[in-house]
């Protein structure tokens, strides 16, 4: 495996692949994202990880200087996994100069995760672009825990006639059902314990749903105050149409259930994909 840290010794190690897989990432490594490689690895030969904190995309409030930078760590698991090249830029190399050209992501990018983090999805889709841009890539890899960000990709991709396939890996979970993230590591042992009630909710949605109630509002209202009795502050617990996260109408079949909420300093995430006909 090569470890590579500039743009033109990237593009000269790349420059003869006939068939590359990204998988985009921010680091503090997880079998989550050794999956999205795992999944890599099954469309390309090469497979190329970015390890890349990026600021565009943490509100001022947010933890870009505390978030966990393990390089050493994550290189070793991705050597250990099998991965060719990771890329793991300087900030200078990413940003030479002030990101004064910024890309505005479709209004899907103001609801969900975007009402309560305004400026996300653009700093998300700017360094997306600019990775896919350094990368260029056949096919690149992106879980649907973030399923939010994992359409606006695709959107992305298709409305600028990017030539690669953008492939969805399914979301790894604890043996409880947590999902895997970087920041449950903030979470203290009582917190741990507590933080598998935000799947339980969903799955809950999903089971109610999938044996015919269609009252979505309600069902959404339940899990918002199941959370809050035990102690979350929930930003959003919404059932949406699975392609376009549109609000999900009484008729619709593919759906799925997206919710976000603290508990005390940790801010999760988590859905399900739901068949309302099943």
């Avoid at 590579?4 to 994202?33: K, W, Y």
């Avoid at 990413?94 to 700093?123: C, D, K, M, S, W």
Wanted: net charge negative; with cysteine; proline share 5%.
């Amino acid at each position: 495996m090569e470890t590579i840290t500039d743009i033109p010794a990237l593009r000269a190690r790349l420059q003869c692949e006939s068939a590359i897989a990204f998988v985009p990432t921010m680091g503090n490594l997880h079998d989550g994202h050794l999956s999205l490689v795992r999944l890599a690895q099954q469309k390309a030969d090469c497979v190329v990880a970015s390890i890349f904190v990026n600021r565009l995309q943490f509100l001022p409030t947010e933890d870009f200087a505390q978030y966990p930078r393990t390089l050493a760590d994550d290189c070793k698991l991705l050597q250990e996994q099998g991965v060719n090249v990771v890329f793991a830029p300087d900030e200078r190399d990413i940003y030479p100069v002030p990101q004064e050209f910024l890309l505005e992501p479709t209004p899907l990018a103001n609801t969900l995760e975007g009402e309560f983090r305004p400026g996300f999805f653009r700093g998300v889709m700017t360094v997306v672009l600019k990775l896919f841009n350094i990368v260029q890539p056949q096919v690149a890899v992106f879980g649907k825990k973030d399923y939010q960000q994992l359409q606006l990709v695709r959107a992305m991709v298709r409305q600028l006639n990017l030539p690669l396939e953008i492939i969805a890996g399914e979301t790894a979970r604890a043996s409880d059902g947590l999902a895997l993230s970087s920041r449950n590591r903030y979470l203290s042992s009582e917190e741990r314990a507590e933080a598998v009630r935000l799947h339980q909710v969903l799955s809950e949605m999903k089971r109610t749903v999938a044996a015919g109630n269609r009252n979505f509002p309600q069902l959404c209202r339940n899990a918002r105050e199941n959370l809050a009795g035990h102690g979350w502050e929930v930003d959003y617990i919404a059932l949406q149409q699975r392609d376009t996260l549109a609000p999900a109408r009484a008729d619709d079949s593919d759906l799925v259930a997206l919710a976000a909420a603290r508990l005390g300093k940790t801010r999760l995430i988590d859905n399900l994909e739901i068949s309302a006909g099943a």
